[in-house]
């Protein structure tokens, strides 16, 4: 079995062939889901040190996109992994989207394939999405949960606009609300009148299956 540390530096460090490597390794071993889901989180991890050495200045944005790729191409590679549902099988659906103003999408598309990866059916209406966009999601899909992604502080109000806007077309009840993302807090999901919040897309899937189930 690789370590989890390794996993977490080697992506941190930018080594995108190290981590396939240690991936493939990995995946060699018929791991369980449950052990897939510590591999998971340590590619999260990895990111983590990425925003540190960017904040600091040692990182620029190419290398964010690149360590965004390298996450993503890791977690599709281990997708498979982590008892997959669709379906007659699936757990919920979703409907996801990064609120108006806002055109980050890196955490939103890392929560929806570990949610897929969970089992989940997912809506990614995308980015920089009115509340009437979300409004006519939620009317059309019916889901069990609806996401907002914001990065920026300005999403705040956005998010709160949105879900402003499923109360007066009648939908709140009918579905838990989620906000993720670096502008979000405790109390951040006070003020919006969300169900919960994370800066954690696996405890944001986790948070999720304990809505459904």
């Not at 080594?15 to 591999?39: C, H, M, N, R, Y």
């Not at 999405?129 to 999403?155: C, H, K, Q, Y």
Request: aromatic share 6%.
């Amino acid at each position: 079995m690789i370590e989890t540390a390794d996993v977490k530096q080697a992506l941190g460090d930018l080594e995108e062939d190290k981590v396939e490597e240690l991936l493939d390794k990995f995946i060699s071993g018929s791991p369980s889901a449950e052990e897939t889901q510590l591999i998971v989180e340590a590619c999260q991890h990895g990111m983590e040190i990425v925003g540190d050495r960017f904040e600091t200045g040692e990182y620029f944005v190419g290398d964010l996109m690149y360590a965004a790729q390298i996450l993503t191409s890791s977690l599709e590679k281990l997708k498979p992994l982590m008892g997959a549902g669709s379906g007659a099988d699936a757990k919920g659906m979703i409907v996801l989207g990064t609120v108006a103003g806002d055109i980050h999408d890196i955490g939103k598309n890392i929560y929806k394939t570990l949610a897929e990866a969970a089992g989940f059916t997912v809506v990614d209406i995308g980015i920089d999405m009115p509340a009437a966009s979300f409004v006519e999601a939620v009317r059309a899909n019916d889901p069990d949960i609806v996401g907002f992604s914001g990065v920026l502080t300005l999403s705040i109000s956005s998010m709160k606009e949105t879900v402003e806007a499923l109360e007066e077309a009648g939908l709140r009840d009918g579905v838990k609300v989620m906000i993720g993302g670096n502008a979000v807090s405790a109390e951040t999901c006070d003020h919006v009148g969300a169900d919960y919040w994370s800066k954690n897309a696996a405890a944001a899937v986790k948070k999720s299956l304990e809505f459904v189930s």
